[in-house]
């Protein structure tokens, strides 16, 4: 039971650069998540998705990309990083929308960008 | 607007004592979950115990329970006889029906003391 992977775990990148973080899901899950943690803000979400080819935005998404091709994965795309944007990213899935679904939680990605 | 709120930053707790974590809620929708989160300090988020807003009775999972009063949008975790490796990061984060995404608090840091 693999559940939801994210790579790379650590990344160091500069400022201007694209980077690509990627999630990973086994357990066909409808809907997935990305959020960013930064020190006291909780998580804060950046995008949602509720099926293949339906995303939308959460409460902070600018400067950010995703994507939804297939069910299992949630790439999250910064297109022009800057040094605001260096957080701990978690990618999170759901089953569904009932309200006794919890998220389940990746291992996260640190990113560094200089 | 959803809202969660912490507001115990750090708390120490000796080891085998009872110890309550704080957390109100703000929200208009008559339907809604409840949920609370570890985070360690390897930085996995890992699911505790969830209560729904239509829950007669107190979620409890294992040494967790959830004290749930609606009427004062207070859903605290209280952890019985903690352990040295309760010490972690503590989120409890929310969804209703109709907004289908999680609000998380600021989290509260927990240190069991031996």
């Known amino acids: 039971d693999a559940g939801i992977t994210q790579s790379p775990r650590y990344k160091i990148t500069e400022t201007g650069r694209q980077v690509t973080l990627m999630c990973h899901q086994t357990w066909s899950h409808s809907y997935m998540f990305w959020y960013r943690q930064d020190l006291g803000h909780g998580l804060r979400l950046i995008y949602y998705s509720a099926a293949a080819d339906i995303t939308d935005k959460g409460e902070v998404p600018d400067g950010y990309v995703v994507s939804r091709s297939k069910t299992e994965n949630f790439p999250l795309t910064l297109e022009s990083a800057t040094r605001s944007q260096t957080s701990v990213y978690f990618c999170?899935?759901?089953?569904?929308?009932?309200?006794?679904?919890?998220?389940?939680f990746g291992d996260g990605t640190r990113l560094s960008i200089l | 607007a959803q809202k969660i709120t912490q507001t115990q930053p750090g708390m120490f707790v000796q080891e085998k004592e009872a110890v309550t974590l704080d957390c109100t809620y703000d929200t208009s929708d008559p339907s809604y979950g409840l949920f609370w989160y570890k985070q360690p300090s390897s930085g996995e988020m890992i699911f505790l115990i969830y209560q729904g807003s239509y829950d007669q009775q107190n979620a409890t999972e294992g040494r967790y329970s959830l004290n749930f009063q609606k009427a004062r949008k207070s859903a605290n975790l209280v952890i019985s006889a903690s352990q040295l490796g309760d010490s972690a990061m503590y989120f409890c984060a929310m969804t209703s029906y109709n907004f289908n995404k999680f609000y998380f608090g600021s989290g509260t840091k927990l240190n069991v003391k031996p």
């Open positions: 999170a899935s759901s089953r569904d929308r009932d309200l006794d679904q919890p998220q389940h």
